[in-house]
């Protein structure tokens, strides 16, 4: 069954801000003198930093062949032992009808997996799946143009669902972007996310590049990449996800309230966890 619980993302609010007006605007911890204005490339990655970091469900499908109270109540079981903002997105939309306690495994480029009652379930990127109906494939790709992250949920291997969940731009995101560009700054999108959904993103806000379903140990070979091709680089992401990226970066600039980052080891802190 399927069900569209939001019609239409709120619009972005265009606030158009001069970088002086940002470094005034916002609480700023700075470490070491680089200069900010020098750079010719910034990669950012997008959950929390262009994003509120808030995602919420927009639309879920489970087969018609399955019983739906029970895989929402498998799906919070597992969501639970999470603590990806996705997941908490999760459990705020679904409640369970009957407590199941599943032991849990978080496998990095598979996602959430956990055994029930002689059977293996997953939730993971569409991606990390293989023989997919061309049903879901649809789904996904019409949820993933819409800016929409999809994850599928699986039993034994076998896609019986997906959700698809929306991470609304920050308010200023997109003046940021466009002052970056007015500088003759590259920007890229660094994200976990399908390319269409990151394309859908980029579109929005005006970035210039994506990079889309990276791994988190993949993010500091790629700015090495992109030093190479554009010289100077920034990186602005999540200080503690995001740190080795952040580290070999020119510049690195994280979100935080300084006590979830390496302080020491990164250029710069925006205290209010907000890109601008």
């Known amino acids: ?35 900010m204005l020098s750079q010719k490339f910034y990669a950012v990655a997008k959950t929390g930093t262009l994003t509120k970091g ?7 499908y ?18 639970k032992e999470s603590n990806h903002p996705l997941a908490d997105a999760i459990l705020r939309k679904f409640e369970q009808k009957n407590k199941l306690t599943i032991d ?9 997996t956990g055994n029930y009652k002689g059977k293996n379930y997953r939730i993971g990127k569409p991606t990390s799946f293989e023989d997919v109906s061309d049903e879901y494939i649809r789904l996904n790709n019409e949820w ?11 039993v034994d291997e076998e896609v019986i669902g997906l959700i698809a969940l929306m991470d609304v731009p920050s308010e ?16 890229t999108l660094i994200t976990g996310d399908s390319e269409m959904t990151g394309k859908a993103v980029a579109k929005q806000l005006g970035i210039d590049e994506v990079i889309a379903n990276v791994m988190p140990e ?57 890109f601008i």
């Not at 200023?172 to 920007?187: L, S």
């Not at 999540?238 to 250029?267: E, Q």
Request: hydrophobic share 40%; glycine share 8%.
């Open 1 to 35: 069954m399927k069900h569209n619980v939001f019609h239409k993302v709120p619009s972005l609010i265009l606030n158009k801000c001069s970088y002086l007006c940002i470094i005034e605007m916002s609480h700023w911890l700075i470490e070491g003198g680089k200069n």
């Open 54 to 60: 808030k995602p919420e469900v927009t639309n879920y």
């Open 62 to 79: 489970f087969a018609d062949s399955v019983n739906e109270e029970n895989m929402i109540d498998i799906v919070v079981a597992l969501e």
């Open 104 to 112: 849990v495994e978080n496998q990095i480029g598979k996602g959430l």
């Open 144 to 154: 993933a143009s819409e800016g929409t992250t999809v994850v599928y949920v699986a």
């Open 172 to 187: 200023h995101a997109k003046a940021t972007i466009d002052y970056f560009r007015e500088q003759g700054v590259h920007t």
């Open 218 to 274: 993949d993010k500091s070979r790629i700015i090495d990449e992109q030093k190479e091709k554009y010289g100077v680089t920034a990186m602005v992401g999540d200080g503690v996800n995001d740190a080795p990226a952040l580290v070999n970066a020119d510049v690195g600039i994280a979100m935080g309230d300084g006590t979830d980052v390496a302080v020491d080891i990164i250029d710069l802190v925006f205290m209010l966890k907000k």
